[in-house]
Each structure stands twice: as C-alpha cells, then as structure tokens.
C-alpha cells in the first residue's frame, strides 16, 4: 500500500489559513503515527491569489492540484471584492475556476447530527435527531457555468443561461445510486420539472436509469417542496442528488439542522482529482481572530483520507472530533463554546498521539 501522498493546500481567504493550520497539524499528528508521509504543496488562491499575482487561479496553482493526489481547499472571497459590480477579477471565480478545469462534477456534503450536539440546532430535538443524508450536487455545469450570460448592449438586461446535457445528468445519477446503494438506500432527486426544460431532462434521464438500481427506492421532489421538508421532516432523507444552483441553496439550507456550518464537510469528486473543502465560507468577521471552528476542515481532511483508501487514519480524525465535542472543546459557534480555534485543533491532534500510542494503529 502506498505510504507517501502528495497534497496540495490552498488555504484561501479569510479564516481558511487558520483553520488549515489546524487540519495540517491534525495530519501530522497522524503521519508522526502510522508511518504515512504527506507532501503539502501549498499554492495561491482567491483574494490571496489576486493580491500576490492579480489572478484568482494562478497556473502555478493549477500545476499543483493537478500533479498532487488530492486537494485540500479552505475558503474563499474578500468583502473588499463583493460589492463592485464592475469588478472583472473575483475571487469566486478562482474556485469555479478550478472546479471546472478539475472536472469536479460532484459536490458530497453529509448531514449528520451529532448526539452530543442536538441541543445546537435552532430545530426541535424530535425533528433533527437522527439526521443522517448525504446531498449530491452536480458542480461544474447547470446554470452557473451556462453560455450565453451576460448584459444587453444598453446594460438593463442580464441574462444567465442554465444548460446541462444527458452525459453529464448520467455521470453524477450514477454515483448518486452507488452512495444510496451503500446506505440506507433511497435517493430524492431535487428539480423543478413543473417549470424548466433542464430539470424535465434529469427527471426524465435519471427516472429510466432507477430500474437499474432495484435495490434503491426512488423518489423526484420539486425544489420548494423539498426546501420545506429539509427543516420538517430531515431524516426523511437518504441521498439527495440535485443541480448546481439549487444544491447551493439546499446545502446551506441542511446545514442549519446541526446546529453549526463549522461541522460540514464536502468532498468534490473529479475527474483530474479531488478536492476536500469545509462547506463554510470564508467569514471575514472572524479572520485572525482565532475563534472560527476548525472541526469542518479536519473532517474534511478525513473524508480526503477516506477517498485516498486511508479509512482507519480517517476514522481516527472522526474519532478525536467526536471527542472534543463530548469534553466541550468546542468554539463559540457550537452551544457557546468557549475554546479558540488553535485549542481544538490541538486537542484533536493531541487525542490522535495518545490514543495512537495505546491502540497501535
Ligand atoms: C459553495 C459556495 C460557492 C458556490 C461560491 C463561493 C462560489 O457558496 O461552495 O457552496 O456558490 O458554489
Ligand atoms: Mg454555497
């Protein structure tokens, strides 16, 4: 089995360098234990990358996710770049960027509420508990990459374009049935096939595909409706496989039901590679002020040991976060807690030596 590994880290904007300080420190806490070496290839991305080169996805940076075997992403965007409507350069678009010239066609973001953690949801105990779904939004086609899009000549008229093709329908439809197929076996298409022509071609592709899955239980729900049945009835869900756009909003949406963003993971599934980022923004009203939940980017540095076959080491991160909740070593954002974002990291770092030491892994 392979024992070295090459990772490129692009910590991004706002509170990415932090919270990456601390999923690299949990890392390697882990390498000084298992006998795995990790490369960490850090390059340029975002605000950080317009301001040290004047673009947001500089070659150079390209170059290193393309060459490493997976890529570990913090945050993205700068307040200072949101309201200039006449800006050309953004730091979104080096994200979008490297989502599409990875070929990262599917977005993983888990819900699980934790037990220990149900009391931070603004939900009621009885509806969140339990929650358990994974939603599967398709990442580098739908309507934010559509053409055309753009103004009219005279400026009053903006236009974007939402385009996807059977292929691309098919390709994500079918790692949505292997996840469901693996759990609890049921996947929710999310569209809006009583209005779009795009939506009426992933009902239509992804309903003749079903009867190859016999084992998955099958269901379509409008985008409104599903919206609402997120917040009643969450452990309704399984598997959620939706669009670019709507799976934006659904999985900020999910998110509320644990309580914090500052837990959620994702994975990008791609083509070239990989790419693991916390579903959080950047949150520039916490940067540098060492107070912003790291626990979303460690986990999702587990979930990119999971994809490089590393699943023991990654169950060991699990396990140390789980921890840390249970001794209340949590920031401010989960049931006020009261540590800052170095002290969890380190206590997860710390759990993961000890508990190496006795258990041997
Ligand atoms: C996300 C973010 C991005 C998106 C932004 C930063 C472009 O909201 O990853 O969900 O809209 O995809
Ligand atoms: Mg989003």
Redesign the pocket.
Known sequence: MKKSFNIAVLAGDGIGPEVMQEAIKVLHALEEKSGIAFHFNEALIGAAAIDATGDPLPPATLEACLEADAVLFGA??DPKYDNAPDLKVRP?QG??GLRKALGLYANLRPVVCYPALVQASPLREEIVSGTDLLIIRELISGIYFGQPRGRSEDGNTAFDSCVYHRDEIERIAHLAFGYAKGRRGKLTLVDKANVLATSRLWRETVTAMAPSYPEVQFETLFVDNAAMKLIQQPTAFDVVLTGNLFG?IL?DEASVITGSLGTLASASVGIETSLFEP?H?SYPQAAGQNRANPMAMVLSAAMLLESLGLTAEAGHIRQAVDAAIQAQVMTEDLMQGKASTTEVGDFIARYISERAMTSNF
């Open positions: 993205i965007g979104e994200l979008l934006d999985s579903v923004g």
